[in-house]
Nanobody, 124 residues
Framework: VQLVESGGGLVQAGGSLRLSCAAS????????MAWFRQSPGKEREFVAV????????YVADSMKGRFTISRDNPKSTLYLQMNGLKPEDTAVYYC??????????????????WGQGTQVTVSS
């Protein structure tokens, strides 16, 4: 599956952004989907995950209450709604997919398809 992220940009602290990840090439609903982020000099960090149907979703504790992951299977699109953004949220955000995702295994290594990333910059 091919993944293309969009929706990143520059926003002030406290603002909101919605990231999108458009999938193509394979049946989107077959895939568990996730968002990760990476800042310069840091390891890739798990943000959120959603199962194939959208019935189960999980957001990392540090982002819970501010970020929401969702998906639209007929549109083959994954979303990340980010509210209350903080300067520490500045990173490149990546979507990831895996057809054999096991719930709870949120390591980057568990996902075998990745997008190119979209930059999110939060100014103070």
């Amino acid at each position: 599956v091919q993944l293309v992220e969009s929706g990143g940009g520059l926003v002030q602290a406290g603002g909101s952004l919605r990231l999108s990840c458009a999938a193509s090439g394979r049946t989107f609903s077959n895939y568990g989907m996730a968002w990760f982020r990476q800042s310069p000099g840091k390891e890739r960090e798990f943000v959120a995950v959603i199962n194939w149907s959208g019935s189960m979703a999980y957001v990392a504790d540090s982002m819970k209450g501010r970020f929401t992951i969702s998906r639209d299977n007929p549109k083959s699109t994954l979303y990340l709604q980010m509210n209350g953004l903080k300067p520490e949220d500045t990173a490149v955000y990546y979507c990831a997919a895996d057809a054999h995702y096991t719930w709870g295994n949120n390591r980057a290594e568990a996902f075998h398809s990745w997008g190119q990333g979209t930059q999110v910059t939060v100014s103070s």
